[in-house]
């Protein structure tokens, strides 16, 4: 039975595993997880099976090799036994932590720690304004990491949730305050994350210094008492905002239809967290 044309069936059996593996690693750049040990340890096992009966391999579907007698080919099973066995050995550093590749480390980004029960990742300013960043629903924390460095650049200390409920999002500008001495606390939320960032500050129970929000899903104008700034692009349909704004409101309106984080990505970026940065650090007069 032919399986992989050009190569002798007697190597099929660990030319597949060979190829998971190599395929995984490049992909991600990690060892083969815990399936794919298995598979080749699955392997090696029939590799023992095949040697103690001097037989050959038949596979009759993927992942079902059994043994064919009669075979003369012991002598292969001998070099592919140790070579199925270097490959276990290989896949196995997968459950060494320190086997890992090293995660992208940045002098102003760290995970915070445990003891605040927050998962996020926190963003170093050296002065006394802190944010609390509210990703976007198909976002995570780490999509705010070059916000992030640049509010961090700019002395203002930034930490986004993994979690952004609104009892999440009060609790880290809470941390923020005890925990890194921020005299002020601001949020920023995107799309989801801005309508979430509107019911923290609805709800009360934490006073924010001001808000930011990039197309939030939620109503701005909920917010009255405090500076609030709404960026979103001219084709997203803000008009009963445009037209209906308080004196608290300002707005920003980018060309194109770039939608909440998205706008980062485009040519505007620089514009915008240059904007909030600005408008996060004027004296709050309200």
């Known amino acids: ?9 007697f190597l099929h059996f660990f030319v597949v595993p060979f190829t998971s593996l190599l395929t995984y690693e490049q992909l991600f750049g990690i060892h083969a997880p815990l399936f794919t040990q298995y598979y080749v340890f699955t392997i090696l096992k029939k590799t023992f099976e095949g040697y103690r009966t001097n037989g050959g391999l038949n596979r009759s579907g993927p992942g079902n090799y059994e043994i064919r007698e009669g075979s003369k080919v012991r002598w292969m099973y001998t070099v ?6 270097l490959f276990s050995l290989a896949a ?30 926190l963003w170093k300013g050296d002065g006394d304004l802190a944010v609390v960043l509210s990703h976007g629903a198909v976002y995570n924390a780490e999509s705010w990491d070059d916000q992030g460095k640049k509010l961090a650049d700019n002395g203002i200390t930034a ?17 923020l305050k005890e ?8 949020l920023m939320g995107a799309s989801a994350g801005g309508s979430s960032a509107i019911e923290a ?4 129970d934490f006073d924010f210094q001001k808000v930011v929000l990039l197309s939030p899903g939620g109503d701005p104008m909920k917010i009255s008492d405090i500076p609030v700034l709404t960026v979103y692009s001219e084709e997203e349909g803000y008009r009963e905002l445009e037209e209906n704004a ?11 239809g770039a939608h909440a984080q998205e706008i ?5 970026s620089e514009e915008v967290i240059n904007k909030i940065i600005q408008f996060l650090k004027e004296e709050n007069t309200s």
């Open 1 to 9: 039975m032919v399986i992989l044309p050009g190569i002798p069936e």
């Open 80 to 85: 592919l036994l140790f070579v199925a066995v």
């Open 92 to 121: 196995c550093q997968g459950d060494d932590p320190g086997s890992q590749s090293p995660e992208k480390e940045d002098e102003n980004s760290s995970e915070i720690s445990e003891e605040s029960n927050i998962e996020g990742i």
């Open 159 to 175: 930490f986004a949730t993994e979690d952004t409920s609104p009892r999440t999002l009060k609790k880290a500008a809470a941390m």
């Open 179 to 186: 925990e890194h001495g921020a005299e002020e606390v601001a």
């Open 201 to 204: 500050v609805t709800e009360g």
């Open 246 to 256: 308080g004196e608290s409101m300002e707005r920003m309106e980018i060309s194109g």
């Open 264 to 268: 980062f990505k485009g040519e505007k």
